[in-house]
């Protein structure tokens, strides 16, 4: 029995033997096929891999087939012959393009085995892990629009394209002029695009006389994102095309002249027929005066009566040229010293904006009339440089004395931009101050400032960090102050999470604190934040919040009160397609814990509903949400609590000439009490450029101790002033022009033969409309020489012709004749042993067309050197222009001739452009 268990057990061991032989022999057979397990894409289009071929204990001979997904594309011929020697492997090389569509859903490629017979005998399927790109681009397609006459339709091109590979939720907006010209019209239309899809997104407005006697307007075209962010806009530049203009000089610049001021007067009086009346008297304009522009700005106040002293405020005149400008006046500057007063300034800067410098005196004085205190008086000097990377250098020195303070001081601030790239800006300030107690000279303070901003991007992680320090004595407005601004977010998908601290301490010091208020105050807040778009129109948004704010309001005790708060906020963001209704809601909800230690419930409410026409706006609180707040409440024993409600509705009548609004806003404080405000308003536009407006308002201020009410009446008057026109000094004629149809080709205007009664003209580059009598009038324009230029209109076109403007009325006659058309190409023998080293590209060559009488004017060639010509009927010759050709390039042959028909396309010989050879010495030598 026991030797029958043994040879069982020896028959078995010898069976699981030959199996794990034979499945060994099998594995050492079999043939396979591999490479990277997960392939990684980032921003690179061209992949390559390496793809491993295991022959076995075979040879094999046979081709890998790549099975590529949507969006990838081969590079070499495939399938790939493969040959591996028994039991050895090898190595192939692969490459694969990302194409436009490539979509980051992609998540897998497969490579497949087959042998000589095409059959498959392994497959190897590796994992894609793409890097999401988000890249959208913006085009206007119709970057020039010309308006023939009013009530034309007004279409604006846009093309869309998702360079990017993730589909996309986009807005495009487009901003209109308003319909009686003023403010703007927002259109908005939704685009979904798939990776490397375009679309052609077109608005369209119909144009009134309002728009059309604007002459000249533009159209701001916008993209952005699902979540808000920007990715591209563009500009449409839309004018009409009259057959009468004045001439405007090219050469000032538009955004000296055109800056967006909207030239205008106006008288207006508050509380009429009363004994506190006052007028106010407001006007900005603008003139052309030489090659410069003049600006004017008037803000007068009287009170009463004329004997009372004006008070004149953002009140100067101002003159600038191309590259510098002075301005006498009020003068307020943004620096990091307080600068108002009456004085002077004067500035320049260069061509490209690279370097500017600015220096100013003034009087320190609210009225440029003067005021009964003195304030003393500031001056600064500041430079602005950039370099050609882009790096930037500001300096500014400030001078102040102030009698009030009793001090004087000298404050220098520095920037400069360490980094200016795309994803990744950084700035250093630092500053230096020194000020002196006039009452005691020995009494100097020196102090510093130091701040950096850091801001930027990786991947999809942005990142910001803003902070400033300046000592207590230091002269900048930000005197004794610590500032933390820290934050970093990223986009998941359409949404966008972040978090952020911010720290904000203000301790000042002074030499004389006569005058001011010396306290300790901080604010410190964490903040971690979600958002998600959940369509194009509505957003939502929560944050989470911890504030700590302290500051000294004791000022017996010197004792340092805190608050702190735990807060949650949820706003919601929505508006209809045309822009015409808005809701914003905002909760903020938390508990705080405060002077006496006491947990409290926050709670405040901000909502607000727009329409075409009415707008509803309220605000509810209860709570502290400021430490002022819970001051104030525990000294007068009081919960905080408050609300308001505020609708307006406002309406337009008789063709929009008329505008009536109308308000009411309810406000109530637990602390302070409840008011009522009302007004009425109506303003009427007696032309298109007078307005004349009145208003009343109604203020009632109710308390349990006291009732009081105010009413006022108002009325005033604007006119509009003409825009100014970029005038050229000098002599200057007006210029009329006939066109007709030269149906016998001999330039005279015979009996039979017509006006032209459409067709567009440049004179240079000036668009006009040739009218039904055939004639246009360009009036004003500079003695000098005018290019006119036609294209091809209904077969007709002109001769290139240059007008020679030398008297007061000048008018001539253009002959419009029929043309054909005319195709050419250009090539070059280079020969890559004896030619000399050239750019041999065809594109770009520029060719001379001379006609019979010895006219000649240019074309240049394309991308593969063709060319191609709409000329008036006749005899040309066709050569190239020597001095403009690439070096080492010549053409010695003839000219090429051409017979241009009407109706027919004539083909010029081709002309072949040589290039200069080496020069190559022959040595021989001898026995």
């Not at 911890?546 to 608050?563: F, H, K, L």
């Not at 949820?570 to 015409?580: A, G, L, R, Y």
């Not at 060719?847 to 000329?871: M, P, R």
Request: aromatic letters at 12%.
């Amino acid at each position: 029995m026991k030797l029958i268990r043994l040879k069982t057990f020896f028959y078995c061991s010898l069976l699981v033997l030959g199996f794990c032989l034979t499945a060994k022999a099998q594995d050492d057979a079999a043939v396979k096929i591999s490479t990277d397990s997960v392939i990684h894409i980032g921003t690179e289009k061209l992949v390559s891999l390496s793809i491993r071929v295991n022959a076995g204990a075979a040879a094999f001979k046979g081709q890998i087939t790549p099975i590529l997904p949507n969006g990838f594309g081969l590079v070499s011929d495939q399938p790939i012959k493969v040959n591996v020697a028994r039991n050895d492997h090898t190595f192939y090389p692969f490459r694969f393009l990302v194409l436009q569509n490539a979509d980051i859903k992609i998540s897998q490629m497969s490579f497949q085995l087959e042998d000589s017979t095409g059959k498959v005998v392994a497959l190897f399927k590796a994992k894609v892990n793409m890097l999401p790109q988000r890249a959208v681009e913006l085009s206007i397609l119709s970057p020039s629009v010309l308006l023939k006459q009013v009530g034309d339709s007004l279409n604006v091109k846009v093309m869309v394209r998702n360079a990017g590979n993730q589909i996309e939720v986009l807005k495009v907006v487009a901003s209109f002029p308003g319909d009686n010209g003023q403010g703007k019209q927002m259109l908005q239309k939704d685009v979904q695009l798939s990776p490397g899809a375009s679309k052609e997104v077109q608005f369209a407005k119909i144009i009134n006389r309002d728009l059309y006697q604007m002459g000249n307007f533009y159209i701001n075209v916008a993209g952005l994102y699902q979540n808000g962010e920007l990715f591209g806009n563009g500009i449409c530049h839309v004018q009409n095309a009259s057959a009468n203009r004045q001439f405007v000089n090219a050469q000032v610049q538009q955004n000296i002249v055109n800056i967006g001021v909207d030239n205008h007067v106006s008288l207006s009086g508050q509380n009429l027929f009363s004994d506190s009346q006052s007028w106010q008297l407001n006007g900005l304009a603008t003139t052309q005066l030489g090659n410069g522009v003049m600006g004017i700005s008037v803000d007068a106040y009287q009170w009463n009566s004329i004997n009372n002293k004006p008070l004149l405020s953002n009140t100067w005149i101002n003159y600038e040229t191309k590259n510098a400008g002075i301005t006498a006046g009020n003068i307020s500057e943004n620096l990091e010293s307080f600068f108002n007063g009456r004085g002077v300034k004067v500035y320049s800067r260069n061509d490209e904006d690279n370097h500017r410098f600015e220096a100013s005196m003034v009087q320190k004085s609210y009225n440029l009339l003067g005021d009964n205190l003195d304030y003393g008086y500031s001056a600064y000097v500041k430079t602005n440089l950039k370099d050609s990377s882009g790096r930037e250098y500001s300096n500014t020195l400030i001078f102040d004395y102030a009698p009030l303070e009793q001090s004087r001081s000298l404050l220098s601030s520095n920037s400069v931009s360490l980094f200016n790239k795309r994803n990744l800006l950084m700035s250093v300030n630092l500053g230096a101050g020194l000020s002196q107690n006039l009452l005691d000279h020995t009494d100097i303070k020196p102090s510093l400032s130091l701040g950096t901003n850091f801001s930027g991007s990786y991947r999809k992680f942005n990142f910001s960090s803003n902070n400033f320090y300046s000592s207590g004595y230091y002269p900048g407005i930000r005197r004794g102050v610590i500032q933390l601004n820290e934050r970093i977010s990223r986009y998941l998908g359409t949404q966008n999470i972040w978090a952020g601290f911010s720290y904000y301490s203000f301790n000042p010091a002074y030499q004389r604190n006569t005058f001011f208020f010396q306290r300790e105050y901080a604010l410190q807040r964490a903040e971690i934040g979600w958002a998600k778009p959940l369509n194009t129109n509505l957003n939502i948004t929560v944050t989470a919040s911890r504030d700590q704010e302290s500051a000294i309001y004791n000022t017996i005790n010197q004792q340092t009160s805190t608050m702190t708060a735990y807060r949650l906020n949820e706003s919601v963001n929505w508006h209809s397609t045309n822009f015409k209704q808005n809701v914003y809601l905002s909760l903020d909800n938390g508990i705080s814990k405060g002077l006496d230690g006491d947990s409290k419930l926050q709670l405040r409410l901000n909502a607000n509903w727009s329409g075409s026409w009415f707008n509803l706006s309220t605000y509810v609180q209860k709570g502290n949400f400021l430490l002022a707040e819970a001051f104030n409440g525990a000294v007068n024993q009081v919960e905080i609590y408050r609300y308001s409600v505020n609708p307006s509705l406002y309406k337009y009548f008789f063709n929009k000439k008329l505008r009536a609004d109308a308000g009411l806003i309810y406000y109530h404080d637990g602390l302070y009490g409840s008011n009522l405000t009302y007004t009425i308003k109506g303003e009427y536009a007696i032309t298109p450029k007078t307005i004349f407006y009145v208003s009343t308002y109604q203020y009632r201020y109710n308390t349990s101790y006291i009732n009081s009410s105010f009413s006022s009446l108002q009325a005033g008057i604007t006119q509009k002033l003409p825009t100014p026109k970029q005038q050229t000094p000098g002599k200057k004629g007006n210029l009329e022009i006939f066109f007709f149809k030269d149906n016998n080709h001999n330039g005279v205007f015979d009996a039979g033969e017509e006006a032209a009664h459409s067709g567009t003209l440049l004179i240079n580059g000036i668009i006009f409309i040739i009218p039904a009598n055939g004639t246009i009038v360009y009036s004003k324009v500079p003695y000098g020489n005018y290019q006119l230029s036609m294209p091809m209109q209904d077969g007709y076109q002109i001769s290139p012709l240059t007008v020679n403007v030398d008297q007061k009325n000048s008018k001539i006659s253009v002959p419009m004749q029929k043309s054909g058309n005319a195709v050419g190409k250009i090539a070059i023998a280079f020969n890559t042993q004896k030619s000399l080293q050239t750019d041999a590209s065809l594109a770009g060559i520029t060719l001379l067309v001379q006609n019979a009488s010895g006219s000649i004017h240019t074309v240049k060639t394309g991308e593969n050197g063709e060319y191609s010509l709409h000329l008036p009927e006749g005899a040309y010759q066709i050569y190239p222009d020597n001095s403009q050709l690439p070096e080492n390039v010549y053409y010695d042959g003839k000219n090429a001739a051409v017979v241009v028909t009407a109706g027919k396309e004539a083909t010029i010989p081709t002309l072949t452009l040589k290039v200069r050879e080496k020069k190559i010495e022959i040595k021989r030598f001898k026995n």
